[in-house]
């Protein structure tokens, strides 16, 4: 069964897009089979994913709105090798208020989940927007994991009580969600403010799990806007390796792994 993993926070900046992009290429170089959803209207992992928003026939926005398309039709390739995606585009800003009229509006990510094959998959990592709207809370009732990419700064644990507050409402729809913890983003190693907000951080949610921490580092936007992932544009770089390690972590790290998957041979 295909693992649905969300990439969520509601803050902006905490780096949900490149980690879903990075993920998603270390994953496929481990050799597994990844479908990546863009949830985001900004289409920032549509378009750095080398996929060309003009030239879509539809997208996740047509796919929450007309009951009768099915998921698995509108995966796209994108420039990512093993990686597929269904596209955004800027209409699903819109979405929000056109879901205002349809029944369990909070459940149509889950049911075109549940209803698609997602046999071709060995993933589905889905990229959250920056909000608590109605598309939030879509992923957070269609998601199996969540990852919650944060930044080393004072502001974003602020954010994260309300983000919290928000997952306990969904339980009611989604009672098996399981949330890994914090992937740290953008960590200046040398930064004190950085690892006292880790050490903080673990204090306050010792439930939860700290993901190998990604670096700072410029090649994260440079490879995005190369239509690439860091694994492909610097392979040897810090970031690239971290971004390995974050792959490694949620390969063992399966809520589900009763039966183990046999290895699978790393395509080059
Ligand atoms: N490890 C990193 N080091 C430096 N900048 C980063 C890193 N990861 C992401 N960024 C940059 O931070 C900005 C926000 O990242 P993005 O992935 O778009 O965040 P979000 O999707 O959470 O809004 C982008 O300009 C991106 O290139
Ligand atoms: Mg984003």
Same mark, same amino acid.
């Given at each position: 069964m295909a693992r649905v993993i969300a990439f969520f926070n509601?803050?902006?900046?905490?780096a949900k897009t490149t980690s879903t992009l990075n993920v998603a290429a270390a994953l496929a170089e481990r050799g597994r089979r990844v479908l990546a959803v863009d949830?985001?209207?900004?289409?920032s992992l549509t378009m750095a994913t080398g996929v060309d928003i003009a030239a879509l026939d539809a997208s996740i926005y047509d796919l929450l709105l007309?009951?009768?398309?099915?998921?698995?039709?509108?995966a796209v390739a994108t420039s990512l090798p093993g990686v597929s995606l269904i596209p955004s585009h800027p209409?699903?800003?819109a979405a929000e208020l056109e879901l205002l009229? &349809?029944?369990?509006r909070e459940r149509q990510l889950e049911q075109r989940l549940k209803r698609g094959?997602?046999?071709?998959?060995d993933y589905v990592l889905i990229d959250a927007p920056p909000a608590l709207n109605v598309l939030s809370i879509n992923i957070l009732v269609a998601a199996h994991e969540l990852v919650i990419p944060i930044e080393p700064?004072?502001?974003?644990? %602020?954010?994260l009580r309300r983000l919290f507050e928000t997952v306990s409402r969904v339980r009611r729809l989604n009672?098996?969600?399981? &949330?890994?913890g914090f992937l740290p983003t953008?960590?200046?190693?040398?930064s004190r403010l950085a690892a006292d907000m880790l050490a903080a951080l673990g204090e306050e949610f010792p439930q939860f799990a700290l993901l190998p921490a990604v670096p700072l580092s410029v090649k994260g936007a440079e490879s995005a806007a190369e239509r690439t992932s860091v694994l492909h544009? %610097?392979?040897?770089s810090a970031i690239a390796e971290a971004y390995r390690d974050v792959g490694a972590w949620l390969e063992t790290n399966d809520?589900?792994?009763?039966?183990t998957r046999p290895p699978v041979a790393a395509h080059v």
């Open positions: 509601q803050k902006g900046g905490t949830m985001d209207p900004q289409a007309d009951d009768s398309l099915d998921l698995p039709s509108l209409d699903l800003a009229n &349809v029944l369990e094959d997602l046999s071709p998959w700064h004072p502001l974003s644990l %602020m954010v009672p098996d969600l399981r &949330v890994h953008k960590v200046h190693h040398s544009y %610097m392979p040897r809520p589900h792994a009763a039966a």
